[in-house]
């Protein structure tokens, strides 16, 4: 590569983590004071879950819809469309009623899905196979900072201001400026290479169930949890603290994930986080039965574990599954795993909320346990039926020859 083009890709790739970073801004004041309001407003938990789900849902649409038009415009103007599309139903929710507001998240999650197909298959293009995954995982530290950063410091100070949701569409209008001021090519606009998700689910079953584990677990913890925690008897700060424990257990433990996804087999690594939520949540549920967690830092401590360990999983998915079928597709791999993940993100907030409904709060906790010990005990059999092989050092992040050649399911 030369220097010219060198110089090109990193502008590219700067201006549109820019462009990434100031909508995680606005879409974490969104996911935050949606559901914390639903909640003091006395709304039912089974409500605020179909609020969440329908975000999830329009995020769905979004992956199958959307990356044909973003290969007709391109990712720079298709960036800007869905900015736009999302200032303006941030603006829509002080004027509608609550129970309205899942038409408002539907919108919503069809332009987020076109804003991370965007991002991620421009990421992909430009990054080479063997550091992809610590690529991504600069990223994803990157965006969990913007994420925490938003949770308590404009959440914090802005959740009692009327007009938050104005903060909000600001930011996704400023998110339009780095990408828009850019004078370097976004990615060619190829052929989008349709993936199946049975050819996925062949090639690379860990990428399916990994994907579909985060937005099952994400999506209760990023569209519940606020709710959670007024539920239990937190006041409106410390329920903010507890969901940014949450990206803060993400964050600490996103770069030891991603560089493991480069150098061991993904199926050690999901297992041994799936085990690790598992605990987590049992040993909270365990101490709230007994009346142990008055010092909130164990309630804050073990729900940071459990978002450590369950959220970056979705950096070791796409690893594995770019691994398994090379980055020439990008833009239609990045679909499909995206469309997993929303999948487990549109199914997430309604299972978590209909245990809430019948167990009450610590429901949450228990969807927690069924989830990760059914994930764990998946992967715990396919890696006692086909052992992951040594895969070379050479060979790491590269599409293989031919497919064949290699059993599938083996990392």
């Known amino acids: 590569m030369t220097e010219k ?35 003091i407003a006395d709304q039912p938990p089974l409500l605020i879950g179909l609020v969440g789900s329908a975000y999830s849902i329009g995020f769905l649409v979004g992956c199958f819809a959307i990356p044909s038009l973003v290969r007709r415009i391109g990712h720079i103007r298709g960036f800007a469309v869905f900015a736009a599309l999302q200032a303006a139903s941030t603006l829509s929710f002080p004027m509608i009623p609550e129970a309205l507001w899942g038409v408002s998240r539907l919108v919503m999650g069809l332009s987020a899905a076109g804003h991370g197909i965007c991002i991620e298959s421009w990421i992909s293009g430009q990054a080479k196979g063997s550091n992809r995954g610590r690529i991504f995982g600069i990223y994803q530290i990157l965006n969990r900072l913007a994420l925490i950063g938003s949770q308590i410091g404009v959440g914090y100070v802005a959740i009692q201001a009327h007009d938050v949701f104005l903060y909000a569409s600001m930011a996704f209008s400023f ?16 052929e989008v290479v349709s993936v199946r998700l049975k050819t996925l689910w062949r090639h690379a079953p860990a990428a399916v169930v990994g994907c579909l584990y985060v937005g099952l677990i994400g999506g209760p913890l990023t569209n519940v949890a606020p709710a959670y925690g007024i539920l239990i008897g937190l006041d409106q700060r410390a329920t903010i603290l507890l969901t940014a424990a949450i990206q803060i257990g993400a964050l600490l433990l996103q770069w030891p994930m991603s560089l493991l996804a480069d150098r061991i087999a993904s199926r050690v690594i999901m297992l041994t986080a799936a085990s690790a939520v598992t605990l987590a949540a049992t040993l909270l549920g365990v101490l709230l039965y007994l009346g142990s967690t008055h010092d909130r830092l164990w309630l804050f401590g073990l729900f940071m574990l459990i978002g450590g360990c369950s959220i970056p999983l979705y950096t070791v998915a796409v690893t594995h599954a770019y691994f398994r079928l090379g980055q020439e597709q990008a833009v239609g791999l990045s679909a499909r795993l995206l469309f997993l993940w929303g999948v487990g993100s549109a199914i997430g907030p309604l299972a978590a909320t209909l245990f809430m409904q019948l167990l009450g709060p610590q429901g949450l906790l228990a969807y927690l346990v069924v989830l990760s010990i059914a994930t764990a005990a998946y992967l715990a059999l396919r890696m006692s039926r086909n052992p992951s092989p040594v895969i070379p050092e050479s060979e790491r992040g590269r599409t293989p020859p031919t497919m064949p050649d290699i059993e599938m399911g083996k990392r």
């Open 5 to 39: 083009a060198h110089s090109g890709s990193v502008a590219a790739l700067g201006a549109i983590v820019a462009g990434a970073l100031i909508l995680q801004v606005a879409g974490t004041i969104v996911n935050t004071v949606v559901p914390l309001r639903m909640a």
């Open 175 to 190: 998110a339009l400026i780095p990408v828009a001021l850019t004078r370097a090519r976004g990615p060619e606009s190829s």
